[in-house]
């Protein structure tokens, strides 16, 4: 039975209810406690800064070279918190509304609530660390909106707010590696975790430049290694984003939760050929100002300048007036792959939609005219007064768009398609964000709890600081007030021996194959069959098809893939290979989880399921709850559910218009 | 904008581990399409590596949009090749024509020691980031955001100089392998806002220190790090940091 531990009482005490009365470790015990956390985006650096200043001992892992590259660094466009410093009407209820409803219903309420009253406290502390916010002229932090909102409560740093965050973050926790606090463990990939007696106890590392295994022991595990997008190949994750932390996690006896629930982004540079490795986001934020629209006419060849006005169809402005450009991400995404799919794509491809900055640069010209007091501006001063507003807004947004693509979006309207970007499934946890693993907790992107089937612009970040920073310090403490007496165990333990065992032959296997198609063969192939069959749009003769496809890719995998060098080396392409390899099964969850779930809801869109004007349909009476897989062994899951319920948000059909 | 497609000649530095003794080995490249990426165009040679049963090129790289700072490649005699203000991986193919013969080097620095062909270790980036390149805060002490007021145009100042990825360009630039600039965009974040005042000082000396420590050179003003940055980082940060370290060696009493 699941138990999502959620705290009795009113939805706005619950979280200051458990603060009050969850155990605590005294500071002498806690030096004795070590932690273990894996991955150091936002949700991880910002735990290992924290439970190292409250002194337990930590050992924070990382993939990358340095902490500083994990891939919230990417995030571009911003950070909600419920400040209200617009006095636009924003509140903690308004902000944990927004997110539940954006979320089609398919969050957990009491989460998603301590989310919005911690999101004020994350703005203060990164203040405070330094991050350097945009401001107004006054000194006061500045705002914009992000999607499914009517406030401005997006806290930003040009459109580099992930980079700014992370760099906020990982400062705190280097000064807690400074001080002894925390060790850090760059170029190291965690490939097992140990348990003993049902308690999570330490990982299986390999130090990826030399190749040699490693056993950690831990009185607890965090993992914060991210989100799997990349099991799609192309995706804006970072080309070394996997799920390997959390399948390991897995197949250990964590559940996974919602695997189906994907983003797709609507605002990504489009695919130019074959050889294309990622794709690059194009901010969300930037739909404050672009305007996005189709030419009326089927298979129009004309450049954008050359179609007038009225033949352009604004279509989110003309099916969705009252959000128009700011509607979520999976509407907007879905009503772009409609007007493509019915042939009114623009571009080589005709897989891409335009981007128009035109109209509010000529907008911002007027005021900055206005603001000179310059009299009859022509047309060309106006733009260009509206240019440097939009260069200062979204400047290194444009920069990149111009380097991908070699046209200048100041001149002509960005092409964008979506693209996968985010995934709000992930490992199943408890109010304490503690899986079902006994000691092992999953934190940020990595964890499945707040976003529902559709997360809001501006709510990754949040809630990876969250986690980090104001919930997992409360939370860890309850579960290890009842470890102080737990010795470390020794890393000659039979658990330690036969983890490391393992981890070791799965490498020998997976070098010995020596066959004839390299990894990214496979990768290539299983992110077609996700695309086409589980990517924005699913039915049931797909993905029936797509985990038989997966299946046989798996096999093929196992048998033919060729791996160069030595295991005990630097070697990416062995790091690649036990990434897909996870990926290979973690893509049939997906399938099999996108195919129970007989209903539209956020990001996933069941065709079967859909409202006569093609919105998504959600069916609450079989489908309100989270999906939460246990894996039984190769192919085999057993589906467990946990109800939600709605207090506060009775769901209704979500309307943006 | 019209695509081509070209035919390229590619000498990589191919070194097996630290201790080994590298050379540059030369690698054709054909059918390489101007809209690829620099590092798509190594992927593509990567593969027929592979297909070869030869070791594909180590090289560092992860977000591939110019913001993690892990790409690092030293392309024909320039950090992160001939485009201003661009990291590699944001790089692209159009910036070469077809016949041009490409040298790919890792970044060349003592403290950067190479780990495999192009990769190299930059620890010494963090470790100079642990010696003071933070505001000691602890998580639940801060007070209400909007009750700091900074200037807009100090808050603009500060996060030019905190746009730095630390990818190392600056010193692989430099001919004094001086990691200033990296050091100067940290202590000038700070310095320009009013969190990082208390420790202005200390922070100053200490991250300078670490820099020496680590081995990186010192700055003759060439200006390389600041033509070369991937961020365009100014080089009045440095100034900045002359200013903050002389100050605070004159008056710092511990």
Redesign the interface.
């Known amino acids: 039975m699941l138990n999502s531990k959620i705290p009795a009482g009113s939805l706005d005490k619950k979280w200051e209810d458990y603060k009050g009365h969850c155990k605590l470790v005294n500071p002498a015990n806690k030096r004795n406690m070590e932690v273990i956390i894996v991955g150091t985006g936002l949700a991880g650096a910002?735990a290992a800064?924290?439970l190292g200043?409250l002194g337990y001992k930590v050992k924070a892992f990382c993939f990358?070279?340095?902490?500083?590259?994990a891939?919230s660094?990417?995030a571009q466009g911003g950070i909600n918190a419920a400040?209200n410093?617009q006095n636009d009407g924003d509140s903690v209820f308004r902000l944990f509304y927004d997110t539940v409803k954006g979320g089609d219903y398919r969050a957990r309420e009491a989460n998603v609530h301590r989310l919005a009253e911690v999101s004020g406290?994350i703005?203060?502390?990164?203040?405070?660390?330094?991050?350097?916010?945009?401001?107004?002229?006054?000194?006061?932090?500045s705002n914009r909106s992000f999607g499914g909102t009517q406030v401005q409560r997006t806290f930003y740093?040009?459109g580099?707010t992930?980079?700014?965050l992370l760099?906020g973050a990982?400062?705190?926790l280097?000064?807690q590696?400074?001080l002894g606090n925390v060790t850090?463990y760059?170029r190291h990939e965690m490939l097992d975790i140990v348990v003993i007696d049902g308690k999570a106890r330490g990982i299986i590392a390999r130090d990826l430049?030399t190749g040699k295994l490693e056993r950690h022991f831990g009185h607890a595990v965090l993992l914060a290694s991210g989100g799997y997008g990349n099991v799609f190949y192309l995706s804006?994750n970072?080309?070394?984003s996997n799920v390997t932390a959390a399948w390991k996690a897995t197949r250990k006896g964590a559940f996974f939760g919602n695997p189906c629930y994907t983003q797709i982004h609507p605002t990504c540079i489009p695919v130019?050929?074959d050889?294309?490795?990622?794709l690059?986001?194009m901010s969300e934020s930037l739909r404050n100002d672009g305007r996005i629209w189709v030419p009326k006419k089927q298979n129009d060849t004309r450049k954008p300048s050359d179609i007038p006005e009225d033949e352009r169809d604004y279509y989110l402005e003309r099916r969705y007036p009252a959000f128009g450009n700011l509607v979520p991400r999976d509407v907007a995404s879905r009503a772009a792959k409609e007007r493509c799919d019915a042939g009114y794509g623009v571009g080589s491809s005709k897989q891409a939609v335009y981007l128009d900055f035109a109209f509010n640069m000529d907008r911002y010209g007027r005021i900055e005219a206005s603001k000179r007091q310059l009299s009859n501006p022509s047309a060309d001063e106006i733009r260009k007064l509206g240019k440097e507003v939009v260069a200062e807004k979204y400047g290194n947004l444009f920069?990149?768009y111009a380097?991908?693509?070699?046209?200048n979006p100041y001149e002509v309207p960005m092409r964008i398609y979506p693209a996968v970007h985010y995934t709000m499934g992930g490992l199943w946890v408890d109010y304490e964000l503690m899986t079902t693993v006994t000691g092992l907790y999953a934190l940020g992107e990595a964890n499945f709890s707040d976003h529902g089937a559709n997360r809001l612009g501006a709510s990754a970040l949040m809630q990876g600081l969250a986690d980090g920073?104001?919930v997992i310090?409360y939370t860890l403490g309850n579960y290890l007030a009842g470890e102080i007496g737990t010795k470390a165990f020794s890393l000659d333990h039979p658990a330690f021996i036969e983890a490391e065992k393992n981890v070791q032959s799965t490498i020998d296997k997976m070098m010995n194959i020596k066959g004839t198609k390299?990894v990214?063969h496979f990768h290539k192939k299983l992110g077609k069959i996700m695309w086409d069959k589980c990517g924005m749009a699913r039915n049931e003769q797909g993905l029936k098809e797509a985990i038989t496809e997966i299946q046989a890719l798996r096999a093929e995998f196992w048998k033919d893939v060729?791996i160069?060098?030595d295991a005990n080396?630097?070697n990416?392409?062995l790091e690649k290979a036990g990434r897909v390899a996870d990926f290979l099964e973690l893509g049939e969850l997906m399938c099999v989880d996108a195919l129970n779930r007989r209903e539209s809801c956020g990001g996933h869109f069941r065709e079967e399921s859909q409202t006569d004007e093609g919105e998504a349909q959600r069916d609450d009476a079989n489908f309100a709850y989270v999906s939460a897989w246990e894996y039984k062994g190769d192919s085999q899951f057993e589906l467990h559910k946990e109800a939600l319920e709605f207090v506060e948000c009775k769901p209704t059909q979500r309307s943006y218009k | 904008m019209e695509h081509y497609n070209m035919n390229l000649t590619l000498k990589v530095w191919r070194q097996k581990n630290a201790d080994a003794q590298g050379k540059f080995e030369t690698y054709p490249v054909s059918g390489i399409s101007s809209e690829m990426s620099f590092l798509e165009m190594f992927d593509v040679l990567n593969e027929r590596l592979i297909n070869e049963g030869k070791e594909p090129i180590a090289f560092d790289h992860d977000c591939r949009e110019g913001i993690c700072g892990a790409c690092s490649m030293h392309i024909n005699g320039r950090a992160h090749g001939p485009w201003a203000g661009t990291t590699t991986c944001q790089l692209h193919m159009r910036a070469f024509k077809d016949g041009d013969t490409l040298t790919v080097e890792p970044w060349r620095a003592g403290s950067f020691p190479v780990v495999k062909d192009l990769t190299v270790d930059r620890g010494a980036f963090d470790r100079i980031i642990e010696a003071g390149g933070y505001v000691s805060v602890n998580t639940g002490n801060a007070q209400d955001a909007n009750n700091i007021l900074i200037p807009k145009d100090d808050a603009d100042a500060a996060f030019a100089a905190a746009a730095c990825i630390g990818c190392g360009a600056c010193v692989a630039a430099c001919k004094n392998s001086s990691a200033m600039l990296f050091v100067s965009a940290k202590v000038s974040q700070l310095a320009l806002l009013p969190q990082g005042q208390p420790e202005k000082k200390s922070r100053a000396l200490n991250m300078i220190a670490q820099m020496d420590k680590e081995g990186f050179g010192s700055c003759t003003n060439t200006g390389a790090c600041e033509a070369e940055c991937p961020k365009e980082i100014s080089l009045t940060n440095i100034a900045r940091l002359n200013r903050e370290y002389i100050s605070a060696g004159m008056t710092y009493e511990k």
């Open positions: 910002s800064a924290s200043e990358q070279d340095s902490p500083r590259r891939h660094i990417a400040k410093y406290n703005i203060d502390q990164c203040v405070a660390q330094g991050v350097p916010f945009a401001r107004e002229y006054g000194g006061l932090l740093a040009a580099q992930g980079q700014q760099l990982y400062s705190a280097e000064r590696v400074a850090m760059n430049i804006t970072a080309m070394g130019s050929g050889h294309q490795s990622k690059t986001l920069d990149m380097k991908i693509t070699g046209e920073y104001f310090p390299s990214d060729r160069p060098g080396e630097f990416p392409e």
